[in-house]
């Protein structure tokens, strides 16, 4: 009854973030449950996501149909991929749904929300799934990924992947530095970059595991990418996304090959677009973009797109560390445990702040920067 009520004040809570999992799926199907008393071909559907925890964790989605009976246009937003990403990811979502939405958008596309790919994450503040896939190497991952092998990783595995209790001392975290510097020095940050962040198929325990075989969170979006997609015949994808870069700033990452599709240039004409290959930065495997553009290859029109809001500006060497650092505490402290209190809350506090960061102003560009770019998009798509 209290988030009914809330719903109906939504435009009074521009900036309304989530405070847990459960808290962020009941906002949504409530909102969803509101406009459908305004839009009555609206739907909801629920996905459950298999899971030792004996929790219900699913993935819920909002369908707002093209008037009219038309398929022309869809518009994919997905939140959650990795799951503590999706406080932020999520809050978007219902500041579009319910602070700038526009009904007519309907009479010109179709609009698809996607709400917690990554539940079990969501639920438990980590940003891969309960088996320790980061999603975003397995969306199209292939035999060829999972029989993959990366030559130097074992050199860098026990750097990386510490097997033991975690003791997050500033000690620590200057013993941590320096051998960092010391694979720098011999490697190169790119080359340690795409080692260590790229993904990688062989540690399962490691970070940014990638699975060896296609994780039911992927199965599940495939299934309603292609029940709600195949009817239409251009498709927009924009999966929401924290940490990487310039703290505050919107990035908008793809791949060049991508950007090739049919109608790219125009969308996004004067954005200022990262491109991996370009730069000194990792290629991934198995991304969800690669995986939308491969589903729907057949189709007038595709384009998927990364929004990713940084937050420790991890293009520089200081906040590649301490990203790396925070990923590194993260997973050791899940496996292994933490040597006292102090350091679980100091973990827990830099692993939410990496990816949820409570600063007003950081929270109030993000909601700015994400309106006025779909606000563009939208109204380029509606005549694509």
């Known amino acids: ?6 719903c109906l004040f939504l435009p ?34 629920n996905f459950s996501i298999p899971t030792q925890t ?19 246009r869809l518009l994919i937003i997905t939140s959650g991929t990795h799951g503590i990403e999706a406080f932020v ?41 309960e088996n320790n896939v980061d999603l975003n190497r397995n969306y199209s991952a292939t035999q060829e990924h999972f029989d993959s092998r990366i030559t130097a990783y074992k050199v860098f595995d026990e750097y990386l992947n510490p097997e033991e209790e975690l003791n997050a001392s500033y000690i620590n ?7 960092s ?7 190169g940050r790119k080359q340690i970059a ?4 790229g993904g990688q198929y062989q540690n399962p325990k490691g970070i940014y595991y990638g699975g060896q075989k296609i994780q039911e969170n992927v199965k599940v979006i495939e299934k309603v990418f292609k029940h709600f997609g195949n009817p239409y015949n251009k498709i927009v994808h924009i999966d929401l996304h924290t940490g990487y870069g310039r703290r505050g ?26 491109f991996g290959a370009d730069k000194d930065f990792y290629r991934t495997s198995g991304d969800f973009g690669t995986f939308s553009f491969r589903l729907f290859k057949e189709k007038e029109i595709i384009i998927p797109m990364t929004f990713e809001f940084g937050t420790l500006n991890s293009q520089t060497t200081l906040g590649g560390f301490r990203s790396l650092r925070n990923m590194i505490y993260e997973n050791q402290g899940f496996r292994y445990g933490y040597a006292d209190e102090a350091s679980e809350k100091r973990v827990k506090e830099l692993f939410k702040e990496m990816f949820n960061p409570s600063d007003p102003e950081w929270r109030k560009k993000v909601f700015r920067q994400a309106k006025e770019s779909l606000s563009i998009i939208i109204d380029r798509f509606k005549n694509l």
Request: charged share 20%; glycine share 6%.
């Open 89 to 129: 990811g999520s809050a978007l979502q219902f500041d579009f749904l319910s602070n700038y939405f526009e009904p007519s958008w309907l009479d010109h596309m179709g609009i698809l929300i996607v709400h917690a790919v990554n539940p079990y994450g969501y639920q438990f503040k980590r940003r891969v799934n």
């Open 12 to 45: 009074l809570y521009a900036q309304f973030v989530p405070e847990s999992y459960i808290e962020s799926r009941d906002h949504f199907l409530e909102l969803g449950e509101s406009l459908q008393e305004k839009i009555p071909s609206a739907q909801i559907q």
């Open 181 to 187: 510097l010391k694979k720098l020095f011999f490697y």
């Open 1 to 6: 009854m209290i988030h009914f009520i809330f």
């Open 54 to 72: 004996k929790m219900l964790l699913t993935t819920d989605v909002l369908y707002l149909p093209q008037n009219g009976g038309e398929t022309e």
């Open 249 to 274: 700033q919107l990035h908008f990452f793809s791949d060049r090959r991508l950007a090739e599709a049919s109608g790219f240039k125009t969308l996004f004409k004067g954005f200022d677009l990262d």
């Open 194 to 197: 795409q080692i260590a962040v």
């Open 173 to 179: 975290d200057a013993v941590l530095f320096l051998q």
